[in-house]
């Protein structure tokens, strides 16, 4: 049987604040399997990036609650749930969000240090190997590609082995082919270290590879039994 990792039950939340208060997610419930693969999709506005971030821990439910690896992180204060991103969950932004003074080493092993783990920088330059940027090393962001950014991203994501890997947009800034390697790279990894993998995308061809889709309408969760999204709606939130 199959364990769960992620588990939403009524999970709320609204941002802003009076008049121009939206209600993002109204009561939804998500559960994912160990290992699973799972693609967040919708069209604009529905509340797929919210939940991703949620699942990160990066916001926090007004209600309900969220368990992720057998931790209760709506129990956890602010401090608490950080130490257990850093351990638990890695993070690839559409953006990239690398340092720009720092090298492609320094923006992966930085992470590590301040989590004080041994030999930062040779696990940073091990991940670095394993997403092909082997001969990069010392190169700064503003050397590199698009899409050696976006490896750099997911070196410093994986780079403390995470049960984990949330993914916003991953291949949105990139062209075609350079998102098909990066897709590549991603499922090759999430299948190799057996992780979990949860991203929101608006390539449904990106979206077709995993495991299995999470459609999302106005802040709920469509059932499963519900039409494809056509492809006009599949936008970004």
Known sequence: MAKTIIELKNADLTLGEAAASVHVLKGIGLTIDAGESVGIVGPSGSGKST?????????????GEITIAGAALHRMNED?????RGKTIGIVFQSFHLIPNMTALENVAVPLELANVADAFEIARRELVAVGLGERLSH?????SGGEQQRVAIARALAPAPKLLIADEPTGNLDTETGRQIADL??????GRGMTLVLVTHDPALAARCDRQVRMRSGEILPDTAAPAVAGEAVPA
Request: negative net charge; without cysteine; aromatic residues 10%.
């Open 51 to 63: 939940l991703l971030m949620v699942l990160a821990g990066l916001e926090r439910l007004d209600g």
């Open 80 to 84: 608490q749930v950080a130490d257990f």
């Open 140 to 144: 700064y962001p503003g050397q590199l």
């Open 186 to 191: 991603l499922f090759a990894e999430q299948a």
